[in-house]
Nanobody, 119 residues
Framework: QVQLVESGGGLVQAGGSLRLSCAASGRAFNPYIMGWFRQAPGKEREFVGRIYWSGGSTYYADSVKGRFTISKDNAKNMVFLQMNNLNVEDTAVYYC????????????WGQGTQVTVSS
């Protein structure tokens, strides 16, 4: 069983930065991909970006490309989302998720952390 816990959310002014963390636990944690998603009030959940656990290749949604950066610490089973130049449209609950195998979906999700960007 995999457990994911996000932290680092909060209130920030537009143009500011936040760094979210996702701590993973579980025996022999070795996912295929770790992803970040977000869900704003009244909207569907949106893909933000992902990182391959082995190798570290990343991919981002166009809406965050150039502003957000995903990184990881394999030894600590942690994934990070560095968010710069935030704007009010980035306000959402942010979730990390684990995809364990090539043909699997994102099977495990954290509880989410709220990010609020004020104008």
């Amino acid at each position: 069983q995999v457990q994911l816990v996000e932290s680092g959310g909060g209130l920030v002014q537009a143009g500011g930065s936040l760094r979210l963390s996702c701590a993973a636990s579980g025996r022999a944690f070795n996912p295929y991909i770790m992803g970040w998603f977000r869900q704003a009030p009244g909207k569907e959940r949106e893909f933000v970006g992902r990182i391959y656990w082995s190798g570290g290749s990343t991919y981002y949604a166009d809406s965050v490309k150039g502003r957000f950066t995903i990184s990881k610490d394999n030894a600590k089973n942690m994934v990070f989302l560095q968010m710069n130049n935030l704007n009010v449209e980035d306000t959402a609950v942010y979730y990390c998720a684990a995809r364990l195998a090539v043909l699997s979906a994102y099977d495990y999700w954290g509880q989410g952390t709220q990010v609020t960007v004020s104008s």
